[in-house]
């Protein structure tokens, strides 16, 4: 594919290596000594210029990209330049982006107003990731769509009720949730109407945020612990992480030295359960303070990797045995082995899992890989115009076996698609199939030759 790159710094420079190896890849970068270390350390194409000028842009031959991915340090840049080379004949765009205020869609949608496929945020994506290892008992996010409304859980069934043994298709589920898949020992498949739950069983439950936590009440004994969460660094990745988690009802302590950043993080955490600390995450008489021990899940990310591994030390030597830590250098790695931290996140290889995820062409949006088990696949597809799936009703439609269409995004709405559902053009469908059948689901969101 013919890939074109807007910024040639850190998360430029790293998502081009990693696209260089299979991919003809071209950068577009303002700085002649960045330009000098691309050309020295990346296989692609390097051209001196700004990522909003619309003759280098098409210099670098927007108007025949498969993708463009504007990934410069400005918001403002990277929206222009990917809107540009949509409007010059680039396939598929997308936008790293920081300020929250540009994925959320109340105000205003600037992703749809400026005809971008995809907003990246390395700050959200980091957050989400982190989130899926800061799990309730029983339970764990596992993925999340449409700026979180859209969720996707693995939870284990650990209550006894009227829901098991019974076919899915008896139970009376909330109306925008689902179960998606099913995993009982070592087997995984794609559940089904006549699908029965038993005790122990690992489900995927797909649907709306607020529905999604409701059923997982009817299958999970514990729901009312809460974890005790403690976050250093209040910066984009710490706020996410902590709306995220008080969405959960956890027990949440961040920590931010800035008094400034400590005030905005206030007014943003407003629920009960939710506390700004101004102060040193490194402190181990300040994370004493506020009951940092055996019973805590401790997460420092903050934008220095020195830092949290430091924190995270520090948090060990209280008795904190679940520890996650943001770490942006990958040759940390085995330092942090021997030091035994829980878990380690690297910004640079999400982002650069979920580049990966979208460089296809036509209707799928997105692929998934590593979300469920065995040969599962998780998709995004978009309803193109003509295409089968936006002429035929669901029941009608020749799905190929094992698919299950789980859910649709329209216009940031969340819908769960039942037998009778027909896709409108440019309805966004997240699907579960096995990796053999993906082009044939991916052809019934494309348009039929006439």
Not at 22 to 42: I, M
């Amino acid at each position: 594919m013919q890939v074109l790159i807007l910024g040639g710094g850190t998360v430029g420079s790293s998502i081009a290596q990693r696209l260089s190896k299979s991919h003809h890849v071209t950068v577009v970068e303002s700085n002649p000594a960045r330009k000098s270390t691309l050309d020295t350390e990346v296989d692609a194409r390097v051209i001196i210029g700004n990522a909003t000028d619309g003759a280098t842009l098409f210099q670098a031959g927007a108007s025949s990209a498969d993708v463009c991915l504007a990934l410069t340090g400005s918001d403002e840049a990277n929206l222009v330049g990917a809107s540009i080379a949509k409007a010059m004949g680039a396939k598929r765009t997308a936008a790293r982006i920081f300020a929250p205020w540009y994925r959320e869609t109340l105000a205003f949608d600037y992703r749809r107003q400026f005809k971008i496929d995809r907003l990246l945020s390395l700050e959200y994506m980091t957050a989400m990731e982190l989130a899926c290892h800061v799990h309730e008992p029983g339970a764990a996010l596992i993925e999340n769509f449409a700026s979180g409304e859209l969720e996707m859980q693995d939870v284990v069934i650990t209550r006894a009720s009227d829901m098991l043994g019974k076919a899915l298709c008896e139970l009376q589920l909330p109306p925008e949730v689902r179960v998606a898949a099913i995993q009982r020992g070592e087997s995984v498949w794609i559940a089904s109407a006549q699908d029965k739950l038993e005790l122990e069983d690992h489900v995927t439950l797909v649907g709306a945020r607020e529905q999604v936590e409701s059923l997982k009440k009817r299958l999970i004994t514990h729901m009312g612990s809460r974890r005790n969460v403690v976050i250093v660094g209040g910066g984009e990745t710490g706020l996410n992480l902590a709306l995220v988690l008080q969405r959960r009802d956890h027990k949440i302590n961040l920590i931010e030295r800035s008094q400034e950043r400590c005030e905005y993080l206030a007014q943003r955490l407003t629920k009960k359960g939710a506390q700004v600390i101004a102060g040193n995450g490194r402190s181990s008489r300040l994370l004493d303070e506020y009951g940092v021990g055996s019973d805590t899940t401790f997460v420092a990310c903050t934008g220095n990797d020195e830092f949290n591994i430091i924190s995270c030390v520090e948090a060990m030597s209280l008795g904190v045995t679940n520890v996650l830590a943001v770490v942006n250098r990958p040759d940390y790695a085995t330092v942090i082995d021997r030091l035994g931290i829980t878990e380690v996140v690297n910004p640079y290889e999400i982002m650069g899992r979920q580049v990966e995820g979208f460089m296809h062409r036509g209707a799928l949006l997105f692929q998934n890989s590593t979300l469920l088990g065995g040969s599962l696949e998780v998709i995004e597809l978009t309803a193109l115009p003509g295409s089968p799936i936006t002429e035929t009703s669901l029941r009608d439609l020749r799905t190929p076996k094992p698919t299950l269409f789980a859910a649709v995004i329209r216009e940031n709405r969340v819908l769960i698609p039942n037998a009778k559902f027909v896709a409108r053009p440019n309805d966004v469908m997240v699907a579960l199939t096995t990796s053999n059948k993906i082009a044939e689901t991916v052809a019934l969101f494309e348009p039929t030759l006439r």
